[in-house]
């Protein structure tokens, strides 16, 4: 028989309600060193300990607990190809151990998991861990269970990984265009895809011509998208800046901001051949810019207002997080969800520039 893991969402339980652990170890008439030694794993707690910590939270036994599939640290596959000798992170999709190539996120430089000495290609299967230099053994943000991969381009994803850190999962934000996320996605690599491919009708024709029926979609807001300016120029509409001989950074196919710089030039004589220079997220577009290699692109308005950008409004944009129904009930999952639903984050995105919270966290 196959060894399982006790597993418990105690702690993402207490931190919903916004307990602290005295005030759960209070109302379950335990100590607050028993409470943490349970949400830490390090103690699996008696019969009678769990029916009290079920009563304190209002949840059942089974809501807080399970057993779950062992898994084998020492075997994990690459997600994808990962090239010469790299740092990795780790995270459980599907009930496989995978090994990400550490790459800039956007949140930044992120505390990797390990180093590997040798290389699998993607989809290769299990790998020995005789690869594997060195790994930070033991940390909490180590844990391949506790960590939610996303891919997707919302340049405000780091306010939704501190919420979700006081749940206990780690979030990796990997910067990627709706499209290739949704791909991503589909090959079973990643827990969530980021789309914005229109509004939510649209996003959810994408997602049902890309990964067919068996995927939802939770909103998380609907964002302004236009045309950021460099410093000095005094465009006010964006005819007059498409009629100007303006240097343009593009974006790659398969994004939403591709999509709406066609839109922009389209049929337009001003409509470059091609784009010297092509960002791959939001924030590259404004770098671009600002380094003066181009003068003009197309990127939410957050963004162009952090960087100093004229900004000129194009669109409004529906951004959308999509996870497969299968995984509704992965603990990181349900976080993900709860995290969206709450008033608190809600408030706090609205307060972005461009950022429409109205119908955060709603499913589609």
């Not at 990127?299 to 129904?325: I, W």
Request: charged share 25%; hydrophobic share 40%.
């Amino acid at each position: 028989m196959a060894k399982r893991r006790f597993t418990n969402r105690v702690r993402e339980a207490r931190a919903q309600r916004g307990w602290s652990q005295d005030e759960l170890a209070g109302r379950s008439r335990l100590s607050r060193a028993e409470v943490s030694a349970i949400e830490t794993e390090r103690v699996v707690p008696s019969t009678a300990v769990a029916l009290a910590l079920a009563g304190a939270l209002g949840s059942r036994v089974e809501d807080l607990f399970a057993l779950t599939p062992a898994l084998r640290g020492d075997r994990s596959a690459w997600a994808w190809t990962a090239g010469r000798e790299r740092r990795y992170w780790q995270a459980t999709v599907g009930g496989r151990v995978l090994r990400y190539p550490v790459e800039s996120t956007a949140m930044g430089t992120l505390m990797h998991d390990g180093v590997a000495g040798t290389a699998a290609k993607a989809g290769g299967g299990a790998e020995s861990g005789g690869g594997v230099k060195r790994g930070v053994a033991g940390a909490a943000w180590a844990d391949p269970q506790r960590t939610l991969v996303v891919a997707g381009c919302d340049p405000a994803i780091g306010l939704l990984s501190g919420v979700l850190g006081r749940s206990g999962v780690r979030l990796l934000p990997l910067v990627r265009s709706s499209r290739r996320a949704l791909d991503l996605l589909a090959q079973g690599v990643v827990h969530v895809a980021g789309v914005h491919l229109g509004d939510g009708a649209g996003n959810a024709d994408v997602v049902g011509a890309v990964l067919g029926p068996g995927y939802g979609r939770v909103h998380v807001a609907r964002w302004t998208e236009g045309l950021a300016l460099a410093p000095g120029l005094s465009h006010r509409t964006i005819p007059s800046a498409v009629r100007a001989r303006l240097r343009w950074v593009g974006r790659e196919e398969g994004s939403g901001a591709r999509r709406c710089l066609d839109l922009i030039l389209e049929g337009r004589r001003a409509r470059p051949e091609g784009y010297a220079y092509t960002a791959t997220d939001h924030r590259g577009v404004v770098a671009t810019i600002r380094t003066g290699w181009a003068q003009a692109g197309v990127c939410v308005q957050l963004v162009a207002e952090e960087g100093g950008l004229g900004f000129l409004p194009a669109r409004r944009e529906d951004y959308d997080l999509c996870f497969a129904e299968a995984a509704r009930d992965d603990p990181r999952v349900v976080a993900l969800l709860d995290a969206l639903r709450t008033r608190a984050f809600a408030r706090i995105l609205g307060d972005l520039p461009g950022y429409d919270t109205r119908l955060t966290g709603e499913l589609g």
